[in-house]
């Protein structure tokens, strides 16, 4: 069992930055593809970024170049820095990592970009 805390989600506005970040209850390097996922209201969720290996990131064409995921073992957090923000990034966004087989997801922290 893994239980996930996003923190950092306030508002923002347009071209600000911000860092969210992910606390696990489990040390990450026993947790595997870390990733952040965000769901805008009458909209699915959508992954934005996800580390699938050693040096081995994804980003969402649309978040590409504007975020920088990192996970830290010694705090046991997944870390989503976030640029150039628009006001179509504003969502709840989401921690997902799998463990044993099992996804596990965090309650979300919603971030709000205003014009």
């Known amino acids: 069992q893994v239980q996930l805390v996003e923190s950092g989600g306030t508002t923002v506005k347009a071209g600000g930055s911000l860092r969210l970040s992910c606390s696990a209850s489990?040390?990450?390097?026993?947790?595997?593809?870390p990733a952040w996922y965000r769901q805008a209201p009458g909209k699915e969720r959508e992954l934005v970024a996800s580390?699938?290996?050693?040096?081995?990131?994804n980003a969402d064409d649309a978040m590409k170049g504007r975020l920088i995921i990192s996970t830290d073992n010694t705090k046991n957090t997944v870390d989503l820095q976030m640029f150039g923000l628009r006001p179509d990034d504003t969502s709840v966004y989401y921690c997902?990592?799998?463990?044993?087989?099992?996804?596990?997801w965090g309650r979300g922290t919603q971030v709000t970009v205003s014009t």
């Open positions: 489990r040390r990450i390097f026993n947790i595997n593809n």
């Open positions: 580390i699938s290996g050693p040096g081995n990131r």
């Open positions: 997902k990592v799998q463990s044993s087989g099992h996804n596990y």
